[in-house]
């Protein structure tokens, strides 16, 4: 990922990964989409001057957003899908994959329903709480984790490498094209 040269990162937040990015990627240009202004001024002031030029900003719902064909050699979503349907997410896999190189990267960082006995049901419990939230700040629809990974095997995508955290309530991966097993 140190060697990717035009990223898209979609509904990062506040910045605070953008900022850790930057420093750790020191030529890539970034298009940064967000629906939320606040977060876009957030993730702004996080920054130092020589390194807002690299970040191309853009405040627009990315279901209504189109981009350039094989513009990308890595996507960054983090805690982004889970305000989505499984219909809505698998429209904007579809979206984002048109846009990226054949060799194109795609790291997620998501909830997911922990699978140890005994954790099922804590994570179970937690994400419905945290849907509840959502819901009452957000006036989102939806209640319920998507079906991801079954959204980008169907994509063509493949997790090449997984990491669970929390006894298995988060999960980061990095998706490359190709069949999944």
Not at 153 to 168: H, I, M, N, T, W
């Given at each position: 990922m140190s060697s990717a040269k035009h990223v898209l990162m979609i509904g990062e937040g506040d910045g605070r990964f953008l900022q850790a990015f930057l420093k750790y990627n020191s030529s890539a240009s970034?298009?940064?989409?967000?629906?939320?202004?606040?977060?876009?001024?957030?993730a702004k002031r996080r920054l130092d001057p020589q390194q807002s030029g690299r970040v191309l900003f853009h405040h627009t719902d990315i279901r209504s957003w189109t981009a350039s064909p094989q513009a990308y050699d890595?996507?960054?979503?983090?805690?982004?899908?889970?305000?989505f349907s499984n219909q809505d997410v698998h429209r904007l896999i579809s979206n984002i994959k048109s846009s990226l190189t054949h060799d194109a990267l795609w790291v997620i960082s998501e909830f997911q329903y922990p699978k140890r006995r005994?954790?099922?049901w804590i994570g179970s419990t937690l994400?419905?709480?945290?849907?509840?939230?959502?819901?009452?700040?957000?006036?989102i629809e939806v209640s319920r984790l998507p079906h991801l990974s079954q959204a980008m095997?169907?994509?063509?995508?493949?997790?090449?490498?997984?990491?669970?955290?929390?006894?298995?309530l988060l999960t980061a991966e990095?998706?490359?094209?190709g069949a999944c097993e």
């Open positions: 970034i298009d940064w989409i967000d629906n939320s202004s606040e977060m876009m001024k957030l890595l996507v960054v979503t983090h805690f982004f899908f889970d305000c005994g954790w099922h994400i419905a709480g945290m849907y509840m939230c959502f819901q009452w700040m957000t006036q095997c169907l994509q063509g995508f493949y997790c090449a490498k997984r990491r669970e955290f929390l006894r298995g990095v998706w490359a094209s």
